[in-house]
């Protein structure tokens, strides 16, 4: 079905034709990076746990009629897709302050954001991602006002989803990014949606299981992803 010459290739995911028109086919490569890829590795199911947890996730969102690209999994790490015109945004939503508002903002990490806090950046490494505002959304025409409005609504709305999928789950969703695409004129969430692009912290012991494990060596990441992705697919853990 694919073809071996991805059309995109990112730091972790590679897309392929799959010779249907409208369609692509996304590899959840194993690559983890940080830090703008400064920090790299290769680790062994790394992108099969956040292929099966993007697709719960995607799955659990159009369950709440929240439109997404996704159409199915084809197999642990390969996903087919809608093909969208992609906006370079990423709209990251926060619900309790860690990572860079931590890091810019005089506010002390787990503090409680209520109402949370939408943060959109600008979708490019050689800028280090800047951090947006409506006006200069509009200025550079990424999007159009209505379609900015539309974001924010969906990624508030996907924040309520995700909460509670994960609080049911023993995990707290402490911040996340999505990107967004057009398929045919519509705003619809692209990308993925896995602990390389969430914040979560066991609610009970307060543990890293995502990203942060890696960024900041703070013990085996294979294992918590894992340990997500059981989680997430019900399949009876809940330490
Ligand atoms: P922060 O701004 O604190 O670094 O990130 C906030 C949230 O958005 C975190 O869950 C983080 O993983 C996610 N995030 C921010 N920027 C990126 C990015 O460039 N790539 C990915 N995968 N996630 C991001």
Not at 6 to 21: D, E, F, H, I, M
Not at 166 to 183: C, M, P, Q
């Amino acid at each position: 079905m694919t073809q071996d010459t991805p059309v995109y290739s990112g730091k972790a995911k590679s897309l392929y034709p799959t010779g249907r028109a409208g369609e692509l086919l996304v590899r959840f490569r194993d690559d983890i990076t940080a830090f703008d890829g400064v920090k790299k590795d290769v680790l062994t199911r790394k992108g099969s746990y956040n292929a099966q947890v993007s697709a719960r996730l995607f799955t659990l969102l159009e369950e709440h009629q929240i439109r997404t690209h996704f159409i199915r999994l084809i197999d642990e790490c390969s996903m087919l897709v809608r093909e969208l015109e992609m906006v370079p945004l990423e709209v990251i939503v926060r619900n309790i302050a860690a990572g860079s508002m931590v890091r810019n903002y005089p506010i002390e990490e787990g503090t409680p954001l209520d109402p949370p806090v939408i943060v959109i950046d600008y979708k490019d490494d050689a800028r280090h991602d800047p951090m947006l505002n409506d006006d200069i959304i509009l200025a550079l025409k990424i999007v159009t006002a209505e379609e900015l409005s539309l974001i924010k609504e969906i990624a508030l709305k996907t924040n309520i989803v995700l909460s509670r999928f994960f609080a049911e789950r023993g995990i707290t969703l402490v911040d996340f990014k999505i990107e967004f695409g057009r398929d045919n004129g519509t705003m619809v969430i692209g990308d993925e949606i896995s602990m390389d692009s969430m914040r979560l912290w066991d609610a009970g012991s307060g543990a890293s299981l995502d990203k942060d494990v890696y960024r900041f060596d703070k013990g085996d990441v294979l294992e918590v992803y894992r340990q997500v992705t059981e989680r997430s697919l019900d399949r009876g853990e809940k330490t």
